[in-house]
Nanobody, 123 residues
Framework: QVQLVESGGGLVQTGGSLTLSCAAS????????MGWFRQASGKEREFIAG????????TYADSAKGRFTISRLRAANMVYLQMNVLKPDDTAVYYC????????????????WGQGTQVTVSS
């Protein structure tokens, strides 16, 4: 069974930084496209960042571009989301996801999901 486990969330002040981690079972990180999504209270799930196994087509939502960076460490089956210059609008539950194929922004196309980690940014 494929498992994804997020960690690194917490409470930070506006302008601060956090690094989220996603630990994957087996060799998912080496062979699957990975994505980060978030869902704020009362809002729909939102694509934040995605990357293919080749690391050649990383994409970002407009809200994340220039502030967030997705990366992966294949040998350790880890995916990261570095978040800088955080603001209150970034407050949400952040999810790590994986799918077999290319990177897409549609959350319904992803095959595996973690349980999420809460990020709260104080105003």
């Amino acid at each position: 069974q494929v498992q994804l486990v997020e960690s690194g969330g917490g409470l930070v002040q506006t302008g601060g930084s956090l690094t989220l981690s996603c630990a994957a079972s087996r060799d998912i990180v080496s062979r699957y496209a990975m994505g980060w999504f978030r869902q704020a209270s009362g809002k729909e799930r939102e694509f934040i960042a995605g990357d293919s196994p080749s690391d050649t087509d990383a994409t970002y939502a407009d809200s994340a571009k220039g502030r967030f960076t997705i990366s992966r460490l294949r040998a350790a089956n880890m995916v990261y989301l570095q978040m800088n210059v955080l603001k209150p609008d970034d407050t949400a539950v952040y999810y790590c996801a994986a799918r077999y194929g290319n990177t897409v922004q549609d959350w319904t196309k992803y095959d595996y999901w973690g349980q999420g980690t809460q990020v709260t940014v104080s105003s």
